[in-house]
């Protein structure tokens, strides 16, 4: 019996609950903070108020939280993404093939 079989570790991000919306835009986007623009924009279209929770830039593999993923050396799962769907992510916005993602929380009051 293998460690893997006995501790069901995951392969891949449960996005059970979370809703993807993947954007090419046409002409490619300069740098991370027109990503974030963009992908805010969308944020506030399809949930209202919202939280980013967590983002990674591929151009400087970058992420937010900073360091989440230096837990996660080893694992399928980026920090990031754990983060972020661990603390209740509702929406994930993939910008150009995951060059820029960002997971946001909507805000109830």
């Given at each position: 019996?293998?460690i893997?079989?006995?501790?069901?570790?995951?392969?891949?991000?449960?996005?059970?609950?979370?809703?993807?919306?993947?954007?090419?835009?046409?002409?490619?986007?300069?740098?991370?903070?027109?990503?974030?623009a963009?992908?805010?924009?969308?944020?506030?279209?399809?949930?209202?108020?919202?939280?980013?929770l967590?983002?990674?830039?591929?151009?400087?593999?970058?992420?937010?939280?900073?360091?989440?993923?230096?837990c996660?050396?080893?694992?399928?799962?980026?920090?990031?993404?754990?983060?972020?769907?661990?603390?209740?992510?509702?929406?994930?916005?993939?910008?150009?093939?995951?060059?820029?993602?960002?997971?946001?929380?909507?805000?109830?009051?």
């Amino acid at each position: 019996m293998t460690i893997e079989s006995k501790f069901n570790l995951p392969q891949a991000p449960d996005y059970s609950g979370v809703t993807i919306v993947e954007l090419s835009p046409d002409p490619v986007l300069d740098d991370c903070l027109q990503a974030m623009a963009l992908a805010n924009e969308q944020a506030e279209k399809l949930s209202g108020e919202h939280m980013l929770l967590a983002w990674y830039d591929r151009d400087r593999d970058f992420e937010s939280p900073q360091h989440a993923s230096e837990c996660h050396v080893n694992s399928a799962i980026p920090g990031y993404i754990d983060y972020a769907l661990y603390h209740g992510a509702t929406l994930k916005i993939d910008i150009e093939q995951g060059r820029f993602m960002f997971f946001y929380l909507p805000i109830d009051f």
